[in-house]
């Protein structure tokens, strides 16, 4: 415990400690003229420590040496310094998110507010770090402190953006994909049934073809075989002809539901322009916005979308079918060509049985090719389609992937245990302080913002310093500490108090709330730092009272010249 008079310095010994941590100094222009270094020497599993912090002319130099177990290190930043203090203390620090987005890191000036109450700013809130740059900084260093995993971890974060970078242009890949395999679609039936129909088409046709070259009777064999050929593109012309005919008329139905579904479109519009006039009528509702007309014009957007989706669905079967039928037409006319050469080679008393012969032939190894490029064309067709499954289930695969990273610590029973605990010791330590007129229905969402009763600590004290607003954070600040002590292995087993303000404090609240703490902190290993200017705790024999220890204009200071030096039976009697 420190205790002296205002103007002591004791904040200045509390700074140099909090410096000595890694924290930004702040100390006045005298103290960086005439003091050097800040030396702490402490212990690490039964192992010394010593920390020797420069201060150098200004504030904003950082120059430090860690001694650890024999071992020493120099560090010129504050990243470097805090990085190598969490790693000897056992601590792995993540990788966060930025309030700008990008990767940071955790300073012990960030993780101390959690272990130190700065004098002045320290107690007008439940967290109060001299440079809050971290995503939801107070939940990640109460997180990291606690060793949870980090709400905003920088490399799900990373890896979120990488997957959908891989979503986006796997949904593009998608899409090239399906337009591949319409197109590759247009005319071909895929079918199991119309792939066995062109097997047995490409048997059939090489059968006659040989059977042509072997017969003896070339004129019989030609014309029974052409006579044949001449009645199934009979059948061909006929099936083509009731197909078109079938798609001419689905094209004429389209139009005619095209022309039904405007008549929809205008008949709505000419409501929704009556519901405006009616609206308008002051006499019908005076209030702006009352909504009274809500779901009217909610119905009307639904109905408005769902028709022009229904025309958009027709178009789009209109302009297929119209392409199918251009197809069609087109076929028509070749086989009509063919059906004639048939005719023509039957018909002709001039020809002779080699021309007929050749006829066949070439009209059958037409039909043949084209047999055998229907099934390229099909199989070529499946392997679009297994290529295209293959691509769909690699997004789905990237999509769970997402939706695993994007479920990152929602699941989070640690945190949602450690918040239930720290609601139940707030209440225990707000009435070990007697916190009157404020409500012990504690609540703590996920970014450890406190409310009490639904009130925060900012509502409570008017956005300043009562002695409400006090006693609320000494309460956070001793939950947080007891919480922290209940696993024996973490390393920060101290908590600094810099000169609470006790005229903001009846006494008594005080000192109930100390002595809890020093029972607390003798049941758990841990240490308590005060500084306190009126109120003199009584100290025991495990304690350290600190006194100023040097003589000043009118009061001893706890800074000075060796001169200065107090002798100790001076100190003695204080």
Not at 352 to 363: E, R
Not at 369 to 388: T, Y
Not at 547 to 571: H, S
């Amino acid at each position: 415990m420190l205790f002296a008079l205002n103007g002591s310095g004791k904040t200045p010994i509390i700074r140099a400690l909090a410096s000595a941590l890694g924290f930004p100094n702040k100390f006045r222009s005298d103290i960086l003229e005439k003091c050097k270094a800040v030396v702490l020497h402490a212990e690490s599993e039964g192992k010394p420590l010593t920390i020797r912090r420069v201060i150098g002319a200004t504030n904003n130099e950082f120059y430090a040496t860690i001694d650890f177990d024999g071992k020493g290190t120099e560090h010129h930043s504050e990243g470097s310094f805090s990085i190598a203090l969490f790693r000897l203390l056992g601590l792995k620090p993540p990788r966060l998110v930025s309030n700008k987005g990008e990767e940071a890191q955790p300073y012990i000036s960030t993780l101390l507010p959690v272990f130190y109450l700065i004098q002045g700013y320290g107690y007008s809130a439940a967290y109060r770090s001299p440079n809050p740059f971290i995503e939801d900084q107070f939940a990640e260093m109460v997180r990291f402190a606690f060793g949870l995993n980090p709400k905003h971890s920088y490399e799900v974060k990373k890896n979120l953006i990488e997957e959908k970078s891989a979503l986006e242009a796997q949904t593009r890949k998608i899409v090239g994909a399906q337009r591949v395999l319409e197109y590759q679609s247009r005319g071909v039936d895929a079918s199991d049934a119309n792939h066995d129909v062109l097997l047995r088409t490409v048997e059939d046709l090489s059968r006659q073809i040989d059977a042509l070259r072997a017969s003896v009777d070339a004129k019989g064999t030609a014309s029974s075989t052409l006579s044949e050929m001449l009645r199934q593109k009979d059948v061909q012309i006929r099936a083509k002809q009731v197909e078109l005919f079938d798609l001419q008329n689905r094209v004429a139905g389209i139009e005619t539901i095209r022309a039904e579904i405007d008549g929809e479109v205008k008949t709505l519009g000419l409501n929704e322009e009556a519901r405006r006039v009616f609206t308008s009528f002051q006499e019908i509702c005076r209030v702006p916005n009352c909504g009274l007309f809500l779901g009217s014009t909610e119905s009307y957007g639904k109905n408005l979308l769902y028709l022009k989706d229904q025309i958009k669905d027709l178009e789009r079967n209109s302009l297929r079918a119209e392409i199918r039928a251009e197809q069609l037409q087109e076929h028509l006319g070749e086989l009509g060509v063919e059906r004639q050469t048939l005719v023509d080679n039957l018909d002709s008393p001039t020809t002779s049985g080699v021309d007929q012969l050749v006829t066949a032939v070439k009209a059958l190894t037409k039909q043949l090719v084209e047999a055998q490029s229907e099934l390229g064309r099909i199989s070529a067709l499946k392997d679009e389609r297994l290529k295209l499954f293959e691509l769909e289930r690699e997004r789905d695969r990237i999509q769970d992937r997402i939706d695993g990273l994007s479920n990152a610590g929602r699941a989070d029973n640690d945190f949602m245990k450690l918040r239930l605990t720290l609601r139940e010791l707030t209440v225990k330590w707000m009435q070990t302080l007697v916190t009157q007129n404020v409500s012990t229905n504690v609540d703590i969402d996920l970014n450890l913002r406190f409310t009490f009763g639904g009130e925060t600590i900012e509502t409570i004290g008017s956005g300043g310093t009562s002695s409400t607003t006090i006693r609320l954070v000494l309460a956070i600040h001793a939950a947080l500490f007891e919480a922290y002590l209940s696993d024996k292995s973490r390393p920060f087993r101290f908590l600094i108090l810099d000169t609470p303000k006790q005229e903001e404090l009846h006494t008594a609240d005080l000192a109930q709330y100390l002595k809890e703490l020093e029972k607390m902190c003798e049941a758990n290993n841990a240490q308590l730092v005060f500084s306190s200017t009126e109120y003199d705790h009584p100290t025991g024999p495990k304690d350290k009272r600190w006194l100023p220890a040097y003589r000043g204009p009118d009061k001893p200071m706890y800074l000075g010249k060796r001169g200065d030096l107090l002798a100790d039976d001076t100190l003695a009697k204080r």
